[in-house]
C-alpha cells in the first residue's frame, strides 16, 4: 500500500529565503504526483500536477520534482513571501482513481 | 462562481446524535467524494460516489454513510456519532474519477463530539 511522508512537519523561515518541501512516497509506480496548498479555514488548492513520465513542474515561484525511482518529489518556492504561509500536502496516485495523501507541511513565513 | 459548499462548517455535538453534512457543486461533475482530515494522518477517503445513484466505500467508511439523490449533493451522515470522528472533513469534487482532472474542495466543515 502506497504511504506518502512529508518532512518537516513544519518550517519557519524568513521572507525571501528559497525553500525546499520533501515528500516521499513507498511504491515508485505512480500515476501522478501533486502539490496541494491548504489555507487555513479552506479547502485544498492545487498547486502542480506531475505526470508519471515528467521530471517537473513549474508554475511561477513554485517547481515540482519527480524522482520516482528513489520515490521522492520536492516542491521549490524561491523568494518565499509571507502569502506563502500554508500548509502544503503532497498526493501520490497509485492508480488514476487513486489518491493518497501525506500529511502536509506547515509552512510560515516571517516578514 | 464554480465552488464545492459545506455545511455547516463548524459543529459541536454529542456522541449518539445524528447529524448530517451537506455538500454541493455547481459544476455538473460527475464524482464527488468525502475526506477527513486528522493530524499526522493527511487526508483519508471515507466515501466517493462516480455519479447518481452510485456510491462506494473509501479507506475509512465505517460509522458513515452517504446518499447520491442528485448530482449536485453529496451528504455525510454519522447515525451515532462518536468522539474518534472528531475531525475536519473536506468534499471534493471533479468532473470524472480520474486524479488528472482537477479537484474541487470545500472549505471543510470541523465537527467536535463530545
Known amino acids: 500500500k502506497q504511504e506518502v511522508t512529508q518532512i518537516p512537519a513544519a518550517l519557519s523561515v524568513p521572507e525571501g529565503e528559497n525553500l525546499v518541501l520533501n515528500c516521499s512516497f513507498t511504491?515508485?509506480?505512480?500515476?501522478?504526483l501533486q502539490w496541494f496548498r491548504q489555507d487555513p479555514g479552506k479547502g485544498l488548492t492545487s498547486l502542480l500536477l506531475?505526470?508519471?513520465?515528467?521530471r517537473e513542474q513549474t508554475s511561477g515561484r513554485l517547481n515540482a520534482s519527480l524522482d520516482k525511482s528513489s520515490g521522492r518529489s520536492t516542491l521549490y518556492i524561491a523568494a518565499s513571501q509571507p502569502g506563502d504561509s500554508a500548509t502544503y500536502l503532497c498526493a501520490v496516485s497509485p492508480a488514476f482513481n487513486d489518491m493518497r495523501f501525506g500529511a502536509g507541511t506547515r509552512l510560515t513565513v516571517k516578514p | 462562481e464554480a465552488q464545492v459548499t459545506q455545511n455547516p462548517r463548524y459543529l459541536i455535538t454529542v456522541t449518539g446524535k445524528k447529524l448530517t453534512v451537506t455538500c454541493s457543486q455547481n459544476m455538473n461533475h460527475e464524482y464527488m467524494s468525502w475526506y477527513r482530515q486528522d493530524p499526522g494522518l493527511g487526508l483519508r477517503q471515507i466515501y466517493y460516489?462516480?455519479?447518481?445513484?452510485?456510491?462506494d466505500k473509501g479507506d475509512v467508511p465505517e460509522g458513515y454513510k452517504v446518499s447520491r439523490k442528485e448530482k449536485r449533493n453529496f451528504p455525510l451522515i454519522l447515525e451515532s456519532p462518536s468522539p474518534n470522528q472528531t475531525s475536519l472533513y473536506f468534499c471534493a469534487s471533479s468532473l470524472k474519477r480520474d486524479s488528472n482532472q482537477p479537484q474541487h474542495f470545500g472549505d471543510g466543515t470541523r465537527l467536535s463530539i463530545l
Open positions: 511504491d515508485s509506480a505512480i500515476y501522478n
Open positions: 506531475i505526470q508519471s513520465s515528467q
Open positions: 460516489s462516480m455519479n447518481v445513484e452510485v456510491t
